[in-house]
């Protein structure tokens, strides 16, 4: 089967980073079109800078990087340094990436490269706010019969909210731009809080990881090495959640994770509860299924198929 092609559009970040060397770890599933950046975790000139030092680690600096949408639809811009250091990639050394910057802005690139593709043809993966995704629908909504999945990370129902009690990061940073991606009327796949806090990058995982001893590996581990400190003491749990990169191993491997149909709507005017995802698990609601919402995941088949992964690159 020829590989399924996706853009993957992203706000690096340790977890969109690891994200992305799965997937480039991967080009017999996946064939990445382009990867667009995002403001998010960071600001859009470090979230860029750091999803083209990610190629350079994975010895892709052919890889077209896009540099999209440096604020919000609608809301002030708000970022995630605490938790992911002042570079967003903080547990690796920060160098000026060879991969280059093209010059194209990501939301015409997801444009033209969805009206250039076939009619339900083109998936795309988002793990930062929805600003790029959203902006290039309701620039051009002749882009949305070219899609055939969008896979994200963001939301919470069970969890509670990860950045205010109701509402996860990537969906509260731009609640907006979320609203119109689950109601775009494209099949939409989504990880929320609720599966990927099931997945824990455990010191004994990550020690697995590093001692691969590649470049890609070792970066991984280094930015797990971060990242845990902060989540674990949060969550009181060993291993901060490794959101991002469930949206791959989706891709990967959906047979590891159990879904359910259901509608999601997204909360944009409440000051206590902005960027809620109000899932509506059990129908209680006549509102149309619109999300595919992933609830659970077995982790050491996820820890598996990732590390299994990132072992490809000492080959
Ligand atoms: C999401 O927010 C960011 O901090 C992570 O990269 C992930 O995409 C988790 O809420
Ligand atoms: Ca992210």
Redesign the pocket.
């Known amino acids: 089967m020829a590989p399924r092609p996706i853009i993957i559009d992203c706000?690096p970040?340790q977890?969109?980073a690891v994200c992305l060397f799965l997937a480039m770890s991967s080009p017999d599933e996946l064939e990445i079109l382009g990867i667009t950046a995002v403001a998010?975790?960071v600001p859009l000139e470090l979230t860029q800078r750091n999803a083209r030092q990610m190629c350079d680690i994975a010895g892709r600096t052919d890889m077209p990087v896009f540099a999209g949408c440096s604020r919000p639809m609608v809301r002030e811009p708000m970022t995630?340094e605490q938790?992911?250091g002042t570079t967003g990639i903080d547990g690796i050394e920060v160098v000026d990436p060879v991969t280059p910057l093209r010059s194209m802005h990501a939301v015409e690139f997801i444009i033209e490269t969805l009206l250039a593709a076939s009619e339900e043809s083109v998936t795309l993966v988002p793990?930062?706010p929805l600003t790029n995704i959203a902006t290039a629908i309701d620039k051009v909504p002749e882009i949305l019969s070219h899609i055939d999945e969008i896979v994200l990370?963001?939301g919470a129902m069970r969890e509670g909210g990860?950045?205010t009690p109701s509402a996860?990061?990537?969906i509260l940073a731009d609640p907006h731009a979320a609203d119109i991606v689950f109601c775009c009327g494209r099949p939409v796949t989504a990880m929320g809080?609720d599966v990927?806090h099931k997945v824990l990058s455990t010191r004994k995982r990550v020690a697995k990881i590093k001692a691969l001893n590649n470049p890609v590996a070792t970066a991984t581990a280094g930015m797990l090495g971060f990242f845990h400190r902060f989540d674990t003491k949060k969550y009181g749990s060993e291993g901060a959640p490794l959101?991002?990169p469930c949206t791959v191993a989706y891709l990967l491997q959906a047979d590891i994770f159990d879904g359910k149909q259901c509608n999601v709507s997204v909360e944009t005017q409440s000051r206590l509860t902005l960027g809620h995802t109000a899932v509506d698990f059990w129908n209680v609601t006549d509102r149309p299924h619109n999300t595919n919402w992933i609830y659970d995941v077995d982790p050491d088949a996820f820890f598996e198929l990732l590390t299994g992964r990132l072992a490809r690159f000492g080959d």
């Open positions: 706000d970040g977890d969109d998010g975790n995630a938790i992911h793990t930062g990370m963001g990860n950045r996860e990061f990537n809080l990927t959101h991002d």
